[in-house]
């Protein structure tokens, strides 16, 4: 199987390109750098370029058939989408569709979705399954909402099938630290709670305390980024066989507060972790918790690495020994 990934330099696009190629499946990367980093690349193929790009996809598509396409390439701060959603209208849904279009043009028959939990919005139940419905609060959900129903109507037009992920928050590293979670700026709560527990940053603030959680701080669901890159191959692998498009949330079903999430790393590391507390942050939603019935029973996926406690030690290691 010749699989194109988008993105695959970066955070998440990074484990899965190590995930599939460990299942069998020739990997080409393609990535502009902006985010990604080469040496999360190892030795698999890397053109580097963006995927908006059309006189490249148009070249990289003729050179190789490509049976799939996993799209990551995407701006993801909440905050970045509210305060430039210029920015991310242009990288997130038109980009996207310069690439839908490449993949159809050259008889691409499948698409996998980087999309995201902040397609729903504020939450009406918990835990969010797949059929809630989307009201996205913060231009980077809306550019992801957009994306799905995009591939929906391709699907319908020209029978591009597709998988669409919406992930509750992506955490921890690979086990054995040779890729990690990179950002620059880095926005992740849990990198920035370790790093600022082994005095890399300031103080930690803490945006809002006045939430009706149990602490008053946000409640997020996070999921161990190898747990994700599994999911993605099982995900790819099930609409092939299947001939159907499908969506599923990813997450653990447990929620935790960012006060808890800093107690929680205290523990892990023996180290205290400075913070202080502040206002809310706009985009941002009280709680969201993922239903993952539909992943479990579906694709027989297993998040067996995203207990709160497995997640933290690989970032910790991970920030003890990155090399990028």
Known sequence: M????????????????????AQGVDVTILDDLSEGHREAV???????????????????????????????????SVGESVAEPRKYFHNNVENMLTLMNAAVDHGVGYFVFSSSAAVFGEPAELPI??????????????????????????????GLHSCSFRYFNAAGD???????????????LIPLVIQAALGKRP???????????RDGSCIRDYVHVEDLASAHYLGLRYIMEHGTSEQFNLGSETGFTVLE????????????????????????????????????????????????????????????????
């Open 2 to 21: 010749n699989v194109l990934i988008t993105g695959g330099a970066g955070y998440i696009g990074s484990h899965c390109s190590r995930y599939f190629r």
């Open 42 to 76: 190892g030795d698999a193929r890397l053109v580097v370029g963006d995927c908006g790009d059309g006189e490249l996809l148009s070249r990289l598509f003729a050179e190789k058939t490509y049976d799939a396409v996993v799209h990551f390439a995407a701006f993801t």
């Open 129 to 158: 399954r797949e059929d809630h419905p989307q009201r996205p609060i913060n231009p980077y959900g809306e550019t992801k909402m957009i994306g799905e129903r995009m591939l929906a109507d391709y699907e319908r037009a020209y």
């Open 174 to 188: 690979a086990e054995d630290s040779a890729i990690g979670e990179s950002h620059q700026p880095e926005t992740h």
């Open 203 to 213: 103080p930690l603030t803490v945006f809002g305390t006045d939430y009706d959680t």
């Open 261 to 324: 999430i800093i107690q929680a790393v205290e523990k892990v590391t023996g180290l205290p972790v400075p913070y202080s507390l502040g206002a809310r942050r706009a985009g941002d939603p009280a709680v969201l918790v993922a239903g993952n019935a539909k992943a479990k029973d579906l694709l027989g996926w297993d998040p067996k690495k995203s207990d709160l406690e497995t997640i933290l030690r690989d970032a910790y290691h991970w920030e003890l020994k990155r090399t990028y």
